[in-house]
Nanobody
Framework: EVHVVESGGGSVQAGGSLRLSCVVS????????IGWFRQAPGKEREGVSA????????YYVDSVKGRFTISSDNAKNTVYLQMNSLKPEDTAVYYC????????????????????????????WGQGTLVTVSS
């Protein structure tokens, strides 16, 4: 059984930084993609970033490029999302998802926001961690 657990959320002022962690266990495939999505209050979920375990390629949506960095520590089965220069509009619950299909994760990220139904295309979600950025 696959388990995905996020941590590292909290409250910061605008301009501050946070590092989120995502620990994945039980994934039997050697090649998979870890994605970060977020959901602000009253809004649909949207993609943020992703990293592929097979080649280490990283992906970002335009709104976080240059501010967020995704990385992985395969020995610890952990993916990190370093978030710098945080803005109030970054306030959201951040979710980590593990998926065998890189193309599926990237396709959903490319949509911008995704519906609950579309989020269901990805099976292994974490419980989320709240990030609050105050102005």
């Amino acid at each position: 059984e696959v388990h995905v657990v996020e941590s590292g959320g909290g409250s910061v002022q605008a301009g501050g930084s946070l590092r989120l962690s995502c620990v994945v266990s039980g994934f039997t495939r050697d090649n998979y993609t870890i994605g970060w999505f977020r959901q602000a209050p009253g809004k649909e979920r949207e993609g943020v970033s992703a990293i592929s375990s097979s080649d280490g390629n990283t992906y970002y949506v335009d709104s976080v490029k240059g501010r967020f960095t995704i990385s992985s520590d395969n020995a610890k089965n952990t993916v990190y999302l370093q978030m710098n220069s945080l803005k109030p509009e970054d306030t959201a619950v951040y979710y980590c998802v593990a998926e065998e299909s890189r193309s599926l994760v990237l396709a959903l990220m490319a949509l911008g926001t995704i519906t609950t139904r579309q989020a269901g295309y990805l099976e292994h979600w974490g419980q989320g961690t709240l990030v609050t950025v105050s102005s």
